[in-house]
């Protein structure tokens, strides 16, 4: 004879606050989207609220400007050598052999226009906007960090070689200054193949322009014509490279 023992069964105070709590939860299926819109909206937050300031500074450039000490309306010419025993920027050429001041001022502004002190020389570099004008390695770099008022200069003379005529602008860590986006130089170079060497493979090119017809690359004495004048600047150069 079998006999059955029914034993009733109460569940302890943590099984049934356990239990309530499973079956409080929402299925699985909306759990995952009160997950994924808890997320989007922190995101939103994140992309609208915390990083103004970090938007701001990703474009340093907007107060940044440049300036060219000449004013005036002729792009001026700035005849450089490998080794930087060129012309330094403060003597440039007007198309008709004057000399002319052609210094590059930068203005460096923050996310605020404020002024970006001792900010490296290395950083910032000139291009000409054809590449035509071939830098040494940091060959065309800012004289000195910017000051206290955020501003550096280029006057020294480059270490370069090539030939543009397409103006040159400033860049800031491989970032364009757009204000204003063209500065109205232009380079020449004994080194006309921009090799970072004046040599033999120069003097081919110079001859071809000297003695058949006019081009600026050769036009070292900027003056509008080939003489002995330009001859001298490619004579005097001759073994030059970059350091
Ligand atoms: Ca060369
Ligand atoms: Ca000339």
Excluded at 199 to 204: K, M, R, S, W
Aim: charged share 20%; aromatic share 10%; proline share 7%.
């Amino acid at each position: 004879m079998i006999i059955l023992l029914t034993v009733p069964v109460t569940p302890d105070k943590a099984t049934v606050r356990t239990t309530r709590a499973v079956a409080d939860r929402p299925p699985l299926g909306l759990d995952m989207e009160e997950s994924a819109m808890k997320y989007f909206l922190t995101m939103i937050a994140v992309l609208f609220l915390v990083p103004t300031t970090v938007w701001a500074c990703m474009d340093i450039m907007m107060y940044t400007r440049v300036e060219t000490a000449y004013g005036g309306p002729e792009a001026v010419t700035v005849m450089v050598v490998p080794d930087g025993s060129g012309n330094p920027l403060t003597e440039a050429w007007l198309p008709w052999g004057s000399r002319v001041d052609a210094t590059i001022t930068i203005f460096l502004r923050g996310c605020e226009d404020e002024a970006i002190a001792n900010f490296p020389a290395e950083d910032m570099w000139l291009e000409s906007l054809d590449y035509g004008l071939v830098n040494c390695w940091g060959g065309t770099i800012a004289d000195e960090n910017t000051d206290d008022q955020g501003t550096a200069t280029w006057a020294q003379p480059l270490f370069a070689g090539g030939s543009s005529q397409t103006g040159c602008k400033v860049l800031v860590n491989g970032m364009a200054v757009e204000t204003p986006p063209t500065l109205a130089i232009h380079f020449n170079s004994p080194d006309i193949n921009g090799d970072g060497t004046v040599g033999l493979a120069d003097v081919v090119p110079f001859a071809t322009d000297f003695y058949g017809g006019y081009q600026f690359r050769s036009d070292f004495h900027r003056d509008g014509v080939l003489t002995l004048a330009d001859l001298v600047h490619l004579a005097r150069a001759m073994g030059r490279s970059c350091p």
